[in-house]
């Protein structure tokens, strides 16, 4: 009898370590490249909600960046995904990269703005962006928010025939200008930016970054209100010999509408429960701010999950 409790004991104690293991959830955080500020970013939420969370484990996968992470949320091959606003927004809407069809996509939290950067150094004879005309520069990496916004830029300067583009991540783009073979690079992104700090400490190189505020009207009338003027301080950058006039557009954290609201609810809760250990991981995590969750910094409709916590804070949605 002693044997069979033993026994009987002992497959439940299985049973239950079964249903333990059973019950983990994994979940994929979609990011950008490695040079960014949505990778690291990206791997202290994962850290936090592994840590936090019971039983969640939650990892960061680079990628290409934003268009990337919507087409991964589309199809299910990721859980949560960063993404500029403007791109998110052309996924929910279905046009551009997304015409073949809309994103069910839902706004988890707003993040921090993307301040666009248009870099060079000098020697290249470029001060200004219509400087670029005949130049070899660098747009962003296939499946970026960076290109898309890259070529609006240029469009609305009317350059968009009078450049010869190459298609390369950010920390590409560093590598590539430093060896000269491109005069310039467009990269939409925090600040600092770390691939942008190791250019502008590269001994003999001094970096400019062009001013570019002047497009904001242009593109709003044509794509909507998505961007805001804004400005990076001469201190951002080693060797920045004044302040870059420029716009921004919005952040976000995404899922798709099928996450369950508990999932949710849960993401939003852990990360601004522990905002510091994120700001530890970067510095624009300071931005995490509720007053920035509404629509005028997020054109998509949030998760109901993310509605729940928010209302709980003291916020009120439509």
């Not at 049973?15 to 990778?39: P, R």
Request: a positive charge.
């Amino acid at each position: 009898m002693k044997l069979i409790r033993t026994v009987a004991l002992c497959a439940t104690a299985l049973v239950a370590s079964h249903a333990l293991s059973q019950g983990k959830t994994n979940l994929s955080i979609s990011t950008g490249g490695t040079g960014g500020v949505y990778y690291p970013l990206g791997g202290g939420m994962a850290s936090i909600l592994t840590k936090y969370v019971p039983n969640w484990a939650v990892t960061a996968e680079v990628t290409g960046a934003s268009v990337d992470n919507m087409k991964l949320l589309n199809v299910g091959k990721t859980d949560v995904g960063f993404s500029m606003a403007d791109t998110a927004w052309e996924a929910y809407v279905g046009v551009d990269k997304f015409k073949d069809g809309k994103v069910p996509v839902r706004t988890l939290m707003v993040l921090y703005p993307n301040r666009t950067q248009v870099v060079t150094v000098e020697g290249t004879g470029i001060n200004s962006l219509q400087d670029l005309k005949g130049k070899r520069i660098s747009v962003g990496s296939p499946g970026s928010g960076t290109e898309i916004l890259a070529l609006r830029l240029l469009e609305a300067y009317g350059l968009s025939n009078d450049v010869k583009r190459e298609r390369l991540s950010v920390a590409e783009s560093v590598n590539a200008i430093k060896d000269r073979k491109i005069d310039a690079f467009v990269w939409s992104g925090g600040l600092p930016t770390a691939a942008i700090t190791d250019l502008a400490a590269t001994p003999g190189t001094r970096i400019k970054l062009l001013d570019v505020a002047d497009a904001t009207e242009a593109l709003n009338k044509k794509y909507g209100p998505l961007y805001v003027r804004d400005q990076i301080p001469q201190k951002t950058y080693a060797g920045m010999d004044k302040p870059a006039q420029i716009f921004s557009v919005w952040n976000i954290l995404a899922v798709n509408e099928k996450m369950p609201e508990a999932t949710a609810y849960t993401i939003v809760k852990t990360l601004f429960e522990h905002k510091p250990d994120l700001v530890a991981t970067h510095k624009e995590a300071e931005n995490f701010l509720l007053d920035y969750q509404t629509s005028a910094h997020s054109p998509l409709p949030f998760h109901p999950g993310a509605i729940k916590y928010f209302t709980e804070k003291g916020l009120k949605f439509k």
